[in-house]
């Protein structure tokens, strides 16, 4: 730790950042505090850091010096679709039940980007909604973006890009949605730019919900990267303040690291390919929106609301080929699984329900698998796996649980299996058992990146700081042995670079 810097000073400024902009940084985090809090002295003009600190500490900061205090401690890094499940769900699955329900006098759609950093998100939020809702126009449409940093905001509100915020996005993409003025230079198109108002608000203050922050009536809610800097209670008490700011039905999107047990338990949870999106108003007499009720399948929801009105199609997201493909395979009225009895039939009925699961349509999906792994049919480890993954994002907890069971007996040596039953006991609060499991994982893949950052979780919820800590460092180690750019197994597409940054902000 920098010795200009005493013990007591950083301790009461941890006490001052947690206070005033709800980061969480605990007494092993200090070395990384003083090397920060360094840099940001600097900028305030400040040559003695513990000075620095002392005039913090009585300072009345400016929302100004509050946000560049805070570029200094958090990641302002993103791009473009970052995270691409989280629209494939609003583009194919909550849009298309909502613009049902809303068709007619009650034409309205407000969201909320909640931590928006330098504006990608926030941008690609508008052109889904440009790309899901025909009659646009005809729509008030309301995208708040807000941060704690203003140099931040004041880049976002230029709408100009460079080359590295478009990682992963296909030319078509950036063609149809900025305007390029030199090699790396992107400026976004007047019809997005002007879909989105950016605002500052510190997510650690009580000013929202309100009317005056704009932060009321919210539908959808993206916090994404942000409550990895909150301590357990923070997060709490700020998902807590956003189940306020949301209607009934509306959901709030967080991104799939940021464990579920610390957000507030108001919410209902949404299980969608392999990550949790949070919902306000499916307990007691509350009304779901329509995309969501028992028997709605993918086909059934992305039926255009509009008929006459054609929709815009779809460059970012995966496109709907597929889906095609497979209407085609399957008849109107399936074959029943008793006459599945040649193993092509049986694998190729596989092949369809694996489809309509990377579709998001999991009705469908169990319907074919349920039948496969019966005696009569395939029992084999990938047909009772892909079953339980499909049980565990319909909710169907328990039963998920008993099929990973079962294909773990039938190979007892995979690592991949211990580790998504480990998420099911986890998510029905058997954090002991999903300990146990992930120890298993990790004894047959030292190197399972997920399954050490989940451990260390359980940990630290469990209170046993150094076991978390360790498996923490456990993780980051094996990433080293990963490039950069490469995408982390089991991580909903999140690449080794990114989820090195995540785990650094936790750990260092």
Request: overall charge neutral.
């Amino acid at each position: 730790m920098t010795t200009s810097i005493s013990d007591t000073t950083i301790h009461a400024l941890r006490a001052y950042l947690l206070a005033h902009l709800g980061l969480s940084y605990s007494k092993n985090h200090e070395k990384d505090l003083s090397r920060k809090i360094e840099y940001a002295a600097k900028e305030f003009g400040y040559a003695n850091p513990a000075r620095f600190v002392d005039w913090l500490l009585e300072a009345k900061l400016t929302d100004q010096q509050t946000g560049a205090l805070a570029s200094h401690l958090t990641i302002g890094e993103t791009y473009f679709l970052r995270e691409k499940k989280s629209f494939d769900f609003l583009e194919q699955l909550y849009l298309p039940g909502l613009i049902q329900k809303r068709y007619g006098a009650d034409k309205r759609l407000r969201v909320w980007c909640a931590g928006c950093a330098t504006g990608e998100e926030a941008y690609s939020i508008a052109i889904v909604l440009l790309q899901s809702i025909p009659d646009i126009l005809h729509w008030d449409i309301s995208i708040l973006a807000t941060d704690i940093n203003p140099v931040f905001l004041e880049k976002a509100k230029k709408g100009i890009f460079s080359k590295w915020s478009f990682r992963n996005n296909p030319e078509g993409f950036i063609l149809k949605y900025f305007r390029i003025e030199g090699p790396n230079e992107f400026h976004i198109l007047p019809r997005v730019k002007q879909m989105v108002t950016f605002a500052q608000l510190n997510l650690a203050d009580d000013s929202y919900p309100s009317v005056q922050t704009g932060t009321e009536g919210i539908d959808i809610i993206f916090c994404r990267n942000v409550l990895i800097y909150f301590s357990p209670e923070g997060t709490r008490t700020l998902t807590d303040r956003l189940y306020e700011s949301l209607v009934k039905g509306g959901i709030l999107v967080v991104s799939p690291v940021e464990m579920s047990g610390m957000i507030s338990p108001k919410f209902s949870k949404i299980n969608y390919a392999g990550f949790s999106v949070y919902q306000k108003g499916a307990h007691g007499t509350e009304e779901e929106p329509s995309c969501f009720r028992k028997g709605t399948s993918l086909q059934t929801v992305k039926a255009d609301p509009i008929p006459a009105l054609k929709k815009e199609p779809v460059h970012h997201l995966d496109d709907q080929s597929g889906l095609h493909r497979l209407k085609r395979l399957l008849p109107e009225k399936r074959i029943p699984e008793t006459i599945l009895k040649t193993e092509k039939e049986q694998e190729q009925a596989y092949e369809d329900a694996l489809l309509l699961f990377e579709l998001g349509d999991f009705a469908e999906a169990e319907s074919i698998l349920s039948g496969l792994v019966r005696k009569e049919a395939l029992n084999g480890k990938s047909a009772i796996s892909l079953l339980a993954r499909t049980k565990a994002n319909l909710g169907k907890l328990k039963e998920a649980g008993e099929l990973y069971e079962r294909a773990i007996h039938l190979d007892k040596l995979d690592p991949k299996l211990h580790y998504l039953m480990a998420i099911v006991m986890h998510e029905q609060g058997d954090d002991e058992k999903a300990i146990h499991l992930l120890n298993s994982s990790l004894y047959l893949d030292h190197d399972f990146v997920l399954a050490w950052f989940l451990l260390g979780t359980l940990w630290m919820r469990a209170g046993k700081q150094d076991s978390g800590k360790k498996s923490y460092r456990n993780a980051i180690k094996s990433l080293s042995k990963l490039s950069h750019d490469e995408i982390l197994p089991e991580s909903d597409g999140i690449t080794v670079g990114r989820f090195r940054e995540i785990l650094n902000a936790i750990t260092l």
